[in-house]
């Protein structure tokens, strides 16, 4: 939400809830939703490498970007 925010998506929270409400999140779909955002140009090929790249291990949160 907070990469998406910064990349333009007024609706970065909406986005996400849409995507994982009533679901089990698993890393294949956050990297699919990655994905549709990059091939749809909704996002940068280097931004969507950062989604890619992100863990439960190395995600802060709402970190200064």
Do not use: W
Request: with cysteine; aromatic share 4%; charged share 30%.
């Amino acid at each position: 939400q907070v990469i998406l925010r910064r990349e333009g998506a007024e609706d970065g929270y909406e986005i996400l809830k849409d995507l994982t409400r009533g679901k089990k999140i698993t890393k294949e779909l956050m990297h699919e939703f990655a994905r549709t955002l990059c091939i749809e140009s909704k996002i940068s090929h280097a931004v969507c490498q950062e989604l890619l790249n992100i863990t439960p291990q190395n995600y802060i949160g709402n970190r200064s970007v």
